[in-house]
């Protein structure tokens, strides 16, 4: 069974960085796209960023482009989200998700598994 296991999140202040892990068992590495999404107060589910294992693809929404970074450590079956220059408004829980599908999926409803969450909050 697919587990994804997210920490990391916490409090910041506007300008600060943070660094969100999600550890991925039970998954073929090889077929896996890993996504992060944000989930805010008032707001629907929002994709984040994507990471395919095979290629190091990586895509990210237009609101977290250039001061977030997708990585990945393949032996310790983990990938990173680092996000700097934080914004109030990147104040929200923080999923990892993970799915098979080709493409550059972004909808929620592409992804099969999904971690608990992490927190970020971020203060002026």
């Known amino acids: 069974q697919v587990q994804l296991v997210e920490s990391g999140g916490g409090l910041a202040q506007a300008g600060d960085s943070l660094r969100l892990s999600c550890v991925a068992s039970?998954?073929?590495?090889?077929?896996?796209?890993m996504g992060w999404f944000r989930h805010a107060p008032g707001k629907e589910r929002e994709f984040v960023a994507l990471?395919?294992?095979?290629?190091?693809?990586?895509y990210y929404s237009d609101s977290v482009k250039g001061r977030f970074t997708i990585s990945s450590d393949n032996t310790k079956k983990t990938v990173f989200l680092q996000m700097n220059s934080l914004r109030k408004e990147d104040t929200a829980v923080y999923y990892c998700?993970?799915?098979?599908?080709?493409?550059?999926?972004?909808?929620?409803?592409?992804?099969?598994?999904w971690g608990q969450g992490t927190q970020v909050t971020v203060s002026s």
């Open positions: 990471f395919r294992w095979f290629s190091s693809y990586r």
């Open positions: 998700a993970a799915t098979m599908r080709e493409g550059t999926p972004q909808r929620r409803d592409e992804y099969d598994w």
């Open positions: 039970a998954i073929t590495f090889s077929r896996a796209t």
